[in-house]
């Protein structure tokens, strides 16, 4: 996996260059950043994220992954049952409670204990891509179980 080079103009450009390098045929319009987040490298070190919004409707089961094992839409609601990433869970909540999907009621956001299951590495990672689609569905990846970060946890597309 790759990064951000000097030949890329913008964090976006490095994304979709990432994108086109490991989620081949996954192809999304209107890419908006919306959250500048912090985690914690496995180093201790504080490693900025910018998380990218974007909307996308198609049948993940037809996308190939070179990385990562399973891709699968998920509603807020049923974010308790997976083993995130330390605040996603939290920033899926506050993104689906200041973008309701059309004709869907806001559903109330509920905050995740802040500390990380037990064995959980954090990501050293520069940018997250949220995929929404028309029914309120967020686009989650699990990594391979021997993953070096996060193994057999649900993310975020995610760019080095």
């Known amino acids: ?4 080079t000097r030949q890329d103009v913008s964090l976006e450009a490095t994304l979709r260059w ?13 890419l908006t950043q919306y959250a500048l987040e912090e985690a914690t490298s496995v180093d201790g070190l504080a490693v900025p994220i910018q998380v990218f919004e974007g909307p996308w ?3 993940p089961d037809t996308v190939v992954l070179q990385e990562g094992v399973l891709l699968r839409w998920f509603t807020p609601d049923t ?10 869970g939290d920033l899926i909540r506050r993104h689906a409670a200041e973008h309701p999907p059309a004709n869907i009621p806001p559903a109330t956001a509920r905050l995740l204990r802040s500390e990380a299951p037990e064995g959980t590495e954090l990501h050293i990672v520069g940018v997250h891509l949220y995929l929404e689609d028309d029914h309120g569905r967020i686009l989650l990846g699990l990594r391979h179980p021997d ?7 649900w993310h975020f597309l995610a760019v080095p």
């Open 1 to 4: 996996m790759g990064g951000h």
């Open 79 to 88: 974010l308790e049952r997976l083993h995130l990433s330390p605040g996603l």
């Open 18 to 30: 990432e994108l086109t390098e490991e989620v081949p045929g996954l192809k999304v319009k209107g």
């Open 147 to 153: 993953s070096a970060y996060a193994g057999n946890t």
């Open 57 to 59: 409707n198609g049948d």
